[in-house]
């Protein structure tokens, strides 16, 4: 099981900027597929963008032109910049690979939150 742990959440306000963080804690195989999830209270957990094997990558139309995901394989990580944040982007963020989301294993997240 690929251990995956996430950082770089804040505080920020409208308009601003944050770079998200995802490491593995095995080997860069552990970051080879991975997509960004949030959820914000009381709302399901959805998938912001994704990163093939292949360096192919996917976002939500709600994210598109803002967030941008990539990866170092150097450094085991994934990263998702997102620009010019709003509100409604407030939730937990979490990275996961297709195996941890089956078997519903997740890190513990990382809050970014954006007030207006």
């Known amino acids: 099981q690929v251990h995956l742990v996430e950082s770089g959440g804040g505080l920020v306000q409208a308009g601003g900027s944050l770079t998200l963080s995802c490491v593995s804690s095995?080997?860069?195989?552990?970051?080879?597929?991975i997509t960004w999830y949030r959820q914000s209270p009381g709302k399901r957990r959805d998938s912001v963008a994704r990163?093939?094997?292949?360096?192919?990558?996917t976002y939500a139309d709600s994210v598109k032109g803002r967030f941008t995901i990539s990866r170092d394989i150097t450094k085991s990580t994934v990263y998702l910049h997102m620009s010019e944040l709003k509100p409604d982007d407030t939730a937990v963020y979490y990275c996961?690979?297709?195996?941890?989301?089956?078997?519903?294993?997740w890190g513990q997240g990382t809050q970014v939150t954006v007030s207006s």
């Open positions: 996961n690979t297709p195996r941890g989301r089956v078997d519903n294993v």
């Open positions: 095995g080997s860069a195989d552990g970051v080879k597929d």
């Open positions: 990163i093939f094997m292949d360096g192919q990558t």
